[in-house]
């Protein structure tokens, strides 16, 4: 089976574009996770999606934001990007199952954003 | 608040001996879940080992096993017969606070293991 799925690989923008990420869970998954990672830092939770509606959100700017579309597959969108917006974007989904329970999640190879 | 702290940015091990990795969590939440996830220098998150706060025996998969003591609030990481494979970075996360949820997980700093040949 194929593992959860990003795209692009890299990416490289100006200050005050806007970027598209997209991310495809493992199938049968229905919650979507998205996680920032600066280098030389753990990844910060940005988004939870489980059955295409919002069940988190992290301590990020409304300038991120983010769906979930009806094959679970999900888009993070960031506008008017910044030089700390620089960072490998994470996507992670997990096994069907309540919104919340304490399963493991399956990592995408994530998008590395590179604004300049 | 919540805090997840790892205080060793590097480590070295020889191949074939054990290491531990070092993590300390500071949580509110009555119940939670302690989880390792390893990075190799690709990107991808590949989770380790989990164990639940009350879970009465340490968790074990394979070489990895979780060294849990409540009462300090540690949950150290113990990698047995180290391979050159496991040099990575190791993280320690939790899940965040008041979401009871795995898929909302607030991540340490990390620690980068080097296997020595």
């Known amino acids: 089976d194929a593992g959860v799925t990003q795209s692009p690989t890299h990416l490289i923008k100006t200050r005050g574009q806007h970027v598209t990420l997209r991310c495809s869970p493992i199938?049968?998954?229905?919650?979507v996770s998205w996680y920032q990672q600066v280098l030389g830092q753990g990844p910060q939770f940005i988004f939870q999606?489980?059955?295409?509606?919002?069940?988190g959100r992290g301590n990020f700017p409304d300038r991120f934001s983010a769906r979930q579309f009806p094959n679970y597959s999900s888009e993070l969108n960031v506008n008017a990007l910044l030089l700390g917006d620089s960072a490998l974007y994470l996507c992670?989904?997990?096994?069907?199952?309540?919104?919340?329970?304490?399963?493991?999640?399956?990592f995408g190879p994530g998008t590395r954003l590179t604004v300049t | 608040a919540q805090k997840i702290t790892q205080t060793q940015p590097g480590m070295f091990v020889q191949e074939k001996e054990a290491v531990t990795l070092d993590c300390t969590y500071d949580?509110?939440?009555?119940?939670?879940?302690l989880f390792w996830y390893k990075q190799p220098s690709s990107g991808e998150m590949i989770f380790l080992i989990y164990?639940?706060?009350?879970?009465?025996q340490n968790a074990t998969e394979g070489r990895y096993s979780l060294n849990f003591q409540k009462a300090r609030k540690s949950a150290n990481l113990v990698i047995s017969a180290s391979q050159l494979g496991d040099s990575a970075m190791y993280f320690c996360?939790?899940?965040?606070?008041?979401?009871?949820?795995?898929?909302?997980?607030?991540f340490g700093s990390g620690t980068q293991l080097t296997v020595l040949p």
């Open positions: 949580t509110s939440d009555p119940s939670y879940g």
């Open positions: 996360a939790i899940p965040a606070l008041s979401s009871g949820s795995a898929r909302q997980l607030t």
């Open positions: 164990q639940g706060s009350y879970d009465q």
């Open positions: 992670a989904s997990s096994r069907p199952g309540t919104s919340g329970g304490l399963y493991e999640q399956y």
């Open positions: 199938s049968g998954h229905k919650s």
């Open positions: 999606y489980y059955e295409k509606e919002e069940r």
